[in-house]
């Protein structure tokens, strides 16, 4: 029951950075954009600006479990690579638990007094008034709700898989 | 409590070196352990950490983070396209033959491809492709090879629009807001065009002295008889020309200050991904492979952000930062001197953290005070621009170095490495000496009137009073005693 909860999981979190993985694409177009449109068009540039920018938002909130999965973290293992297999899962293991678990955990509550009334009010930008800032604020759950997702997952493999 | 922050930073360098944890979980982790001993001593308030979750939100709204995917995305578009070895050969074509050539040439692609893929470990990886093994099939030693693609990985540092000036443009600018704030100073606080602007003739300098050491090192060698004559395609010379174009038109624009790097950048990866997908070399498979590798390194350093403002919000509440700031304001010595040891200490943290860890950790702390002893921030920015990237080359634990014996599957010894290493190290340093003593390299082309300095006269007292002000957390939150 347990591990078939846990498989469900990591199919979700992939599932969320395949797709996430695509906002890149028009996080580019936007950016690219800005320019001709402030000094061309003339106009749209600050919009452009808003939209790539809560794209922008979720797309690095989900980056962070994406390294994980992948490991790219950057990470000097110059001596660490002269441990055993066993000592290294327990050292990722222990990282995991005592290092990103409170954190994200306590990003995830203490932020969210900050998402919660962001989101009541559907907050706009505060230069443009443009909708969607509050996705903004809403990506810090994202980041840290795939953070926690991801220590579960972990954590839940047998030894040696981590 | 201040020296509880200093601890926490001894614990990161070691925690990096005997964990192999990744360095976001490790600052991650040091952050947590101090902020769990400053609640539990009564030292900090647990209200104070509530600071934390604003300044994630400020890292994702920030606009010129909004780079760092997009550089991702051209060094992961220009290892797939066949851009860089297009360069290469037309380079080769025009130099004479041997192996002195083939050296220069790739010192000259990773000036090139450093710019526009903004990383070195992307830099690294294009070059450990195509460079190397062409070295090889010339008789180039492994040490040689390991040291000059480690070397030409590092130039994308230094030469503008760089992730790396990217970045650090912006610690930059906080740092002076606080030190002309402090010091009540008429400057127009510096922003990331004056750090390009400062770094090109230095940057110029050394690329011109590595292209040196390339070519005096080649020439020792003996011509590989086996050696395939390596002439580009009309195709491939075309490429080379309308890729170097557009370099300079990105180079110029940004200096020009016509589009900001940001925009630069997403021109780069436009065009980079619109030329991938008119090729048909990034269909089905491919781009949703690259969009996972951009996605994967992207988070890797923003993690690293994030765990950095997390460590720093956490020394700030403990105090460190005016800790040290109170040293660096009562170092003896002048201008020089104060900014050579504050280089040295940014220096010697290079051994255990890399580029990124040191920009969004060490620099917050330590240049802010400096930039109240040393008014001209440009050439500051200059000279920690030029010892991060020595930061990249420092054995053992370089990144460029770290990541190109892992692409090369390098197995000489360390200390060949460091031999062959040695000539374009001297060379750095050698420029940074340089530019340290003769702060005017960092000037050049700049505007007189943004030069103008007109320093009131304050007590030391009231320096740190302002300086006190200015690094407090949260209005109305006295740190703790030390």
Redesign the interface.
């Known amino acids: 029951m347990t591990s078939r909860l846990i498989g469900g999981l990591d199919r979700l979190v992939a599932a969320i950075?395949?797709a996430?993985?695509?906002f890149?694409?028009p996080?580019?177009?936007l950016?690219?954009l800005?320019?001709p449109l402030r000094?061309i068009v003339r106009a749209w540039s600050r919009d452009a600006?808003d939209l790539?920018?809560w794209l922008?938002?979720l797309?690095?909130?989900?980056?962070?479990?994406?390294?994980?999965?992948?490991h790219?973290?950057?990470?000097?293992?110059?001596?660490?690579?002269r441990?055993s297999d066993g000592a290294?899962t327990w050292?990722?293991r222990l990282?995991?638990l005592?290092?990103?678990l409170?954190?994200a955990s306590?990003?995830m509550i203490?932020?969210a007094k900050?998402?919660v009334s962001s989101l009541g009010v559907l907050e706009v930008f505060p230069d443009t008034y443009n909708p969607g800032y509050f996705v903004?604020?809403l990506?810090?759950w994202l980041?840290s709700g795939l953070i926690l997702a991801q220590i579960v997952i972990d954590l839940s493999r047998p030894r040696g898989s981590a | 409590m201040g020296y509880a922050g200093l601890v926490l930073l001894i614990a990161v360098g070691l925690g990096i070196v005997l964990t192999g944890l990744p360095a976001a979980i490790v600052l991650i982790g040091a952050a947590s352990a101090g902020a769990a001993f400053g609640v539990v001593s009564g030292a900090v308030p647990f209200a104070l950490l509530s600071a934390l979750p604003g300044r994630l939100v400020n890292l994702l709204e920030n606009d010129l983070l909004q780079a760092l995917p997009l550089y991702v995305l051209m060094g992961l578009l220009l290892d797939r396209l066949p851009v860089a070895e297009a360069l290469y050969k037309t380079i080769l074509s025009i130099l004479p033959r041997g192996p002195a050539a083939q050296l220069v040439s790739g010192m000259s692609l990773g000036a090139l491809l450093g710019p526009m893929n903004g990383s070195v470990g992307a830099s690294a990886l294009g070059l450990s492709r195509v460079v190397a093994p062409r070295l090889a099939a010339h008789g180039v030693p492994e040490p040689t090879r390991a040291a000059l693609v480690a070397v030409a990985s590092t130039l994308g540092v230094v030469i503008p629009p760089s992730l790396v000036l990217i970045l650090l443009g912006d610690a930059m600018l906080g740092a002076h807001t606080i030190a002309v704030t402090a010091t009540g100073r008429s400057d127009r606080v510096i922003n990331t065009q004056d750090v390009f602007h400062g770094a090109l003739a230095p940057a110029g300098l050394f690329l011109l002295l590595c292209l040196a050491v390339a070519w005096l090192a080649g020439r020792r060698l003996p011509v590989a008889a086996a050696a395939a004559d390596e002439k580009p395609t009309t195709g491939q010379v075309l490429l080379a020309i309308v890729s170097v174009a557009f370099l300079l038109v990105l180079l110029g624009g940004v200096a020009l200050g016509l589009f900001y790097a940001v925009e630069a950048a997403a021109m780069g990866a436009f065009i980079l991904f619109t030329g991938g997908l008119v090729t048909r070399r990034l269909r089905g498979p491919v781009l949703r492979e690259v969009l996972a590798q951009a996605m994967a390194m992207t988070g890797a350093l923003f993690a690293l952000l994030i765990a950095a403002t997390t460590l720093t919000l956490v020394l700030r509440i403990l105090g460190t930062d005016k800790l040290v700031a109170d040293w660096v304001t009562a170092l003896p010595g002048g201008e020089l001197a104060t900014a050579a040891i504050v280089l040295g200490v940014v220096g010697l943290s290079a051994f255990v953290l890399d580029a990124f860890e040191i920009i969004f950790v060490i620099v917050p702390i330590v240049i802010p005070p400096l930039l109240i002893r040393v008014a001209d921030a440009r050439w500051v920015a200059v000279l920690v621009l030029l010892t991060l990237q020595t930061s990249f080359l420092l054995p053992p634990f370089g990144y460029a170095l770290m990541m190109v014996r892992g692409t090369l599957r390098y197995s000489a010894p360390l200390a060949a490495l460091v031999r062959a290493l040695l000539p374009f190290l001297l060379a750095q340093w050698l420029v940074l000496a340089t530019v340290l003593l003769f702060p005017q390299l960092a000037h050049l082309g700049e505007k007189e009137s943004d030069r103008v300095r007109t320093s009131p006269t304050i007590s030391r007292e009231e320096l740190n009073r302002r300086l006190d002000d200015m690094l407090t957390p949260i209005p109305d939150f006295a740190p703790p005693s030390r």
């Open positions: 950075l395949g996430g993985q695509w890149l694409l996080v580019v177009a950016l690219f800005q320019w000094d600006n790539g920018q922008f938002a797309y690095v909130a989900m980056a962070f479990t994406a390294a994980t999965r992948a790219t973290h950057l990470a000097a293992d110059a001596l660490a690579r441990y290294r050292i990722a990282g995991a005592l290092c990103l409170p954190w306590f990003v203490g932020g900050l998402v903004i604020k990506a810090i980041l």
